[in-house]
């Protein structure tokens, strides 16, 4: 809701939202990156398809591409779904990390739900981008 009242907020406010978005975001990050280094689960599972919607939702809004960039790029949203809806040997098939952690189908469902959201919201960020570079090519 913040991008629909940004316009209504003083310059001040809008730097303190900024920064306050900007220190979840880089916390979300820094937590994730944490994982991935002591190659915890939260790396890949439900967690990891939530920071991406988490970051990428503030990138959006804020217009930082160093979080449109989390969701993504090379690290991003592709490779989650390739990690986290892998197949794994003697599971039902593609019901990946979040089935076999807890062999239980409402976890694929709520990471699923994640994975929605940052599908939508890659596809708008990078159709926005596009535009905006056809746009600067026109000019010139």
Avoid: C
């Amino acid at each position: 809701a913040y991008d629909l009242l940004h316009n209504k907020f003083s310059a001040s406010e809008q730097s303190s939202m900024a920064h306050w978005l900007g220190g979840i975001a880089d916390a979300i990050m820094q937590d994730q990156a944490a994982a991935l280094a002591r190659s915890s689960t939260t790396a890949i599972n439900n967690h990891h398809s939530w920071a991406l919607l988490e970051v990428g939702t503030i990138g959006a809004v804020l217009g930082n591409d160093t979080y449109i960039h989390y969701l993504t790029g090379s690290g991003g949203f592709l490779a989650q779904v390739g990690a986290n809806l892998a197949s794994i040997p003697g599971q039902p098939p593609y019901l990946g990390v979040d089935y076999q952690e807890r062999d239980a189908y409402h976890y694929v469902a709520y990471n699923l739900q994640a994975l929605g959201g940052a599908a939508a919201l890659a596809g708008v960020v990078i159709a926005q981008l596009a535009a905006a570079r056809s746009s600067e090519t026109a000019a010139t």
